[in-house]
Every structure is written in C-alpha cells, then in structure tokens.
C-alpha cells in the first residue's frame, strides 16, 4: 500500500487555509470555548487534548488557565486571533478554546487486570508517534479483533482518542480500551518489571515468522514517517519485520500494526 502521509503532513500540504484549519478542528472531536467553560473543563477533569491560546494573551485569567493546563500536561499551541475565530463557533472564544476527547481514557493497569480476570497473557499494542486519527481508529479495531486488552498511546506529538479516531474504529473504542501515558520509554520500563516483553515492527529487523511471540508482550508499531523512535526501540527485546515482495518499501502504520497482531494471534492460538 502507498505511504500515508502523517496528519501533519496533510496540515502542511493544506497550509494556513480556513478548510485545513476548520478539518483540524474537527478531527480534534469537540471543542469548548470562552475561558469560563474551558477553566470549568478543567477543574471537573475532563480529558483536554489540547489547549488554544490566542497569541500575546498575558492577562493573570489567561495565563491561570494556561497553567492549569501545564500543570495537567496537555499541550498549549499559541494561535493567531484569526486561527481562533475560523475554529470557533460561538464568536466568542475570549482569546482560549479547547479540544476534548470524544472518549474517556483507560489506564493501563486497567488492561493489565482485564488480561487476568480473563485468564490470559497480557497482549498490549503500543503506538509511538501516530498522527493520524484514521490509523489510531484503525488500530483499535484490529486490537479488538486480534484480542489485545489495550491499545496505549503517548500524550505528546501524537493523536488523541478523537472523534474521528473513534469512528474509524467502528465501535470498537467501546470495547477495547485505549490508556494515554506521559512517557511510552518509562511505560516500557515499568511493564517489563510485570513481565511483559516487547517487540517493535521495523524493517530492518528478523523476519516475523522466524520468532516466538507468545506470552504476554507488547507489539511497538513506529509512525510511517520516522518509525520507532530510538528511545523506544532500545526498551524493545525483539525488532520484527514483515516479509514484502512488492516495489514499494512500508505498509501503513494500521497495516503493520495488523499483519503482526494476528501473526501473534497464530502463535497464541495454533502453535
């Protein structure tokens, strides 16, 4: 399959275009405008994806929110004023607005105790860097399909549980959780000391079908543009690459993420 450009990509090739801008907005589920109603979505903990603040805002209500929003590290982007008025709604967005998840967040101990209650080694997919909403939707319903008990994802540089995200999921983000970490490396860190290993999807690692991937692991799928980082596939015990005889070099995040989720299902369930 042709590479699919990640979702800041399609912002760049769409530039500083009021339908870029407005398709940005929409991707990021619901929004809340006007500092009231965003200072009240924080103190009542609703899970903000991120935080809009006009550029130059100083005020001492500004800035509150601002740290408000630090303080529970979601990321603040500085806008121009007319960035804010294409994306709101109301007219009347007094300088803040704020993107809000379309679903709740699970955590990962979470997962780890539905493995249990099921009896079953824990299976954990874990995405580093996934911009695009389409590909998380698409992954959370192969995890569901494949039988993992979670899907994690970090806070920064990546896509949130969206709107859009949750309908290309096809309902599955109601039966498969999805656990949002300030850190995947330490993430990592903390689920090998509960047992888990880890195997990362690249290229240039083993041939799939040569390994053993049983017992409870956590599968790294790398965003299409970089892959895996570095720092996360130096915590991963095992680097697996999908076979390809086509004339193209990488299969869509989504893709990959599918093809080694069921060959570990294989494993599992027929050897």
Partial sequence: MPKQRPENEKRAAAGETGRGRRNEAEENGSRIEGRNAVREALRAGRT????????????????????????????????????????????????????????????????????????????????????????????????????????????????????????????AVNYTPVARVTNLTR???????????????????????????????GLVIGSEGDGVSLLVREQCDLVASIPMQGDIDSLNASVAAGVLAFEIVRQRKFS
């Fill in 48 to 171: 903000v994806e991120r935080l809009y603040v006009q550029e130059g805002l100083k005020d001492e209500a500004v800035m509150s929110i601002v740290r408000e929003a630090q303080k529970r590290n979601i990321q603040v982007r500085y806008v121009a004023k007319a960035r804010l008025d294409e994306m709101s709604e109301t007219g009347s967005h007094q300088g803040v607005a704020a993107s809000v998840s379309a679903y709740e967040y699970k955590t990962v101990e979470e997962m780890l105790a539905a493995a249990e209650a099921k009896g079953e080694d824990p299976f954990l997919i874990l995405l580093d860097g996934i911009e695009d909403p389409h590909n998380l939707g698409a992954v959370i319903r192969t995890a569901n399909l494949a039988g993992a008990h979670g899907v994690i994802i970090p806070k920064d540089r990546a896509v949130g549980l969206t709107a859009t995200a949750a309908k290309t999921s096809a309902g």
């Fill in 187 to 217: 993430t990592i860190k903390e689920l090998k000391e509960k047992g888990l290993w880890f195997v990362c999807a690249d290229m240039g690692g083993e041939v799939m079908y040569k390994m053993d991937l049983k017992g409870p692991i």
